[in-house]
C-alpha cells in the first residue's frame, strides 16, 4: 500500500511558478512510475506529466513542453512538479499517482495508487 499526499498548491498570477510536491509513504517508492494529472471545474482528469522510477524517462502532456519539470528524489520518497510560466488554463486541482509500470504512462486506469490532490489556481 502507497499513500500519497501532495502539497504547495495555491494562487499565483500568470507568468509565475508554483513547485508542488507529492510525498509518498512506504518502501516501494522507488519501484513506481510517478505522474500527475490535474481536473478543471467541469472537465475530465487528464494527464501531465509522468516520470519512470529512475527519473531517466519522462512523458509530458504538449501544452505544458517547456514550462513543467518533474523530478523525483528516491530518497526522501517524494515527486516534484516545477510549474513555470503558469497560465489561467493551468487552473484545476492537481493530483499525484503511482504507477506499477516500467515506463511513464498517460492513462490513468494504469495508476494504482491517488492522492487527495492540491488545488492550483492561476489568475489572469
Known amino acids: 500500500q502507497v499513500q500519497l499526499v501532495e502539497s504547495g498548491g495555491g494562487l499565483v498570477q500568470a507568468g509565475g511558478s508554483l513547485r508542488l510536491s507529492c510525498a509518498a509513504s512506504?518502501?516501494?517508492?522507488?519501484?513506481?512510475?510517478m505522474g500527475w494529472f490535474r481536473q478543471a471545474p467541469g472537465k475530465e482528469r487528464e494527464f501531465v506529466i509522468a516520470?519512470?522510477?529512475?527519473?531517466?524517462?519522462?512523458a509530458y502532456r504538449d501544452s505544458v513542453k517547456g514550462r513543467f519539470t518533474i523530478s523525483r528524489d528516491n530518497a526522501k520518497n517524494t515527486m516534484y512538479l516545477q510549474m513555470d510560466s503558469l497560465k489561467p488554463e493551468d487552473t484545476a486541482v492537481y493530483y499525484c499517482?503511482?504507477?506499477?509500470?516500467?515506463?511513464?504512462?498517460?492513462?490513468?486506469?494504469?495508476?494504482?495508487?491517488w492522492g487527495q490532490g492540491t488545488q492550483v489556481t492561476v489568475s489572469s
Open positions: 499517482a503511482a504507477a506499477k509500470t516500467s515506463s511513464p504512462s498517460s492513462y490513468p486506469g494504469q495508476y494504482d495508487y
Open positions: 516520470i519512470n522510477w529512475s527519473g531517466a524517462r519522462t
Open positions: 512506504g518502501r516501494t517508492f522507488s519501484s513506481f512510475t
